[in-house]
C-alpha cells in the first residue's frame, strides 16, 4: 500500500506596482507553504528585482512575464510553474496588501478536506465585512455576482471579482489555461470554465480591506464589456450543458419556455399593432390566445431558472482526478 504524501500548498502572488506592499505580504505567507510564485508582470517599478534584492525567503520563485499580460495572464504564469513543480493546490493572493495570507488555511481547508474543488472570497458574507466598502463598488459587485451566477451557474456565490482564490492542480490541469481572459474577467471566465467541468466551488466568508493602493478596476468603464462577456457565456453554458452534454428536463422547460413566450409576444403585438392601425378592438379570445401562451411560457421558463440553480454542482472533481497511486494527505494543522 503506498503512503500518503503531504499535500503541498503554493501561493501565487501577481506583481504589478506593488513594491510598497509585497515584502510584507510574502513575509506573512503561513509556514504551511512550501513554494511562493511572485510573477512580475512587466511592472514598470521592476518588482521582479526588487522582491529578489530584499527577500531572503527560500520559499520564494520570481517569474518574469516577458509584456504585461494582466492579473490572469500572471496568474497562469504561476499555475503553469505549480503544474510543473508538483504542487497540489494553488492560493492566489493579492501583492498589495489587500488580502490577508493569515486567512489562507480557511481557503484550502475545504479542498483538503475534500469538500471543493476551488475555494473564493465572499466579502459579503458578514454585513460587518462591507462597511468600510464604498456604495457604488457595493452596488457593482452584487450586480456582478448576479450576472455571475447567470452566466457561470453557480448559484450559491457572491463576490466574482474576488481574487482570493485556492484552486486543486488536478482539476487545474483540466482548464485550457491559455484561453483564460487575461485581465478583469479572469476570476469570472474560470468560473464558467469550472462549471464546465462541473467542479464544486465554495465560498470563504473574509472582510474587504483597503489599503493605499488604489484598485484599477472601475465597475462603470468595465460593466458594457462585462455584460457582453457574461451574455456570451451564458449562451455557451446553456448549449453545452443543456443540449451538448446532456438533454434534460431543464432542456425541455427552456424549449417550451422560449416558444411559448415568442408565440404569445408576437401574436398579441401583431393583433394589438392591427387593432390599433385598424380601430377594432381585439376580441377577448384573441387577448386570451396571446396571454395564455405568455403566462404559460414564463411557468416554464421559472422551472427552468429553478431546476438550474438544483444543478449546482456538488460532487467534487479532484478526488476522482488525483492518481490514487499518489494520493496526497491533508496537512492535519490546516483541517483544525
Known amino acids: 500500500m503506498t503512503q500518503a504524501r503531504p499535500m503541498a500548498i503554493a501561493v501565487a502572488i501577481p506583481c504589478y506596482k506593488v513594491t510598497q506592499h509585497v515584502l510584507e505580504v510574502i513575509r506573512t505567507v503561513p509556514a504551511s507553504v512550501a513554494r511562493i510564485y511572485a510573477v512580475d508582470d512587466a511592472c514598470p517599478e521592476g518588482s521582479g528585482a526588487f522582491i529578489q534584492a530584499h527577500c531572503t525567503d527560500p520559499r520564494v520563485r520570481v517569474l518574469f512575464n516577458p509584456e504585461n499580460r494582466g492579473v490572469g495572464g500572471a496568474v497562469v504564469t504561476a499555475y503553469h510553474q505549480a503544474i510543473a513543480d508538483g504542487m497540489d493546490i494553488v492560493v492566489k493572493i493579492d501583492g498589495d496588501g489587500q488580502m490577508n495570507p493569515a486567512l489562507l488555511p480557511h481557503f484550502v481547508r475545504p479542498i483538503l ?3 471543493a474543488d476551488y475555494t473564493k472570497g465572499n466579502r459579503f458574507f458578514r454585513p460587518e465585512s462591507v462597511r468600510g466598502m464604498p456604495p457604488v463598488r457595493l452596488f457593482g459587485n452584487a450586480v456582478l455576482s448576479f450576472m455571475t451566477k447567470l452566466s ?3 448559484w450559491t456565490i457572491m463576490d466574482p471579482t474576488n481574487g482570493y482564490t485556492a484552486i486543486h492542480t488536478a482539476v487545474l490541469r483540466e482548464l485550457p489555461l491559455d484561453k483564460l481572459e487575461r485581465r478583469y ?5 474560470v468560473l464558467f470554465r469550472l462549471n464546465t467541468l462541473r467542479a464544486v466551488v465554495r465560498d470563504v466568508p473574509m ?3 483597503y489599503a493605499d493602493e488604489e484598485s484599477n478596476l472601475k465597475i462603470g468603464k468595465v460593466l458594457p464589456e462585462f455584460l457582453k462577456k457574461h451574455a456570451s457565456r ?4 446553456y448549449a453545452y450543458s443543456y443540449f451538448v452534454r446532456d438533454f434534460n428536463a431543464g432542456s425541455i422547460y427552456s424549449i417550451f419556455g422560449f416558444l411559448l413566450l415568442a408565440w404569445g ?3 398579441g403585438a401583431g393583433h394589438w399593432i392591427t387593432s390599433v392601425l385598424g380601430d377594432h378592438p381585439a376580441t377577448s379570445g384573441t387577448v386570451m390566445l396571446a396571454a395564455l401562451p405568455v403566462l404559460i411560457g414564463i411557468q416554464f421558463l421559472v422551472a427552468f431558472l429553478h431546476h438550474d440553480v438544483g444543478s449546482v ?4 472533481l479532484s478526488p476522482q482526478l488525483a492518481d490514487d497511486g499518489d494520493l496526497p494527505a491533508a496537512a492535519p494543522e490546516l483541517l483544525r
Request: with cysteine.
Open 207 to 209: 472582510d474587504s480591506v
Open 234 to 237: 451564458l449562451l455557451r453554458r
Open 265 to 267: 409576444v408576437i401574436f
Open 152 to 154: 457561470c451557474g453557480y
Open 113 to 115: 478536506a475534500g469538500r
Open 185 to 189: 474577467f479572469f476570476e469570472t471566465d
Open 313 to 316: 454542482p456538488t460532487e467534487p
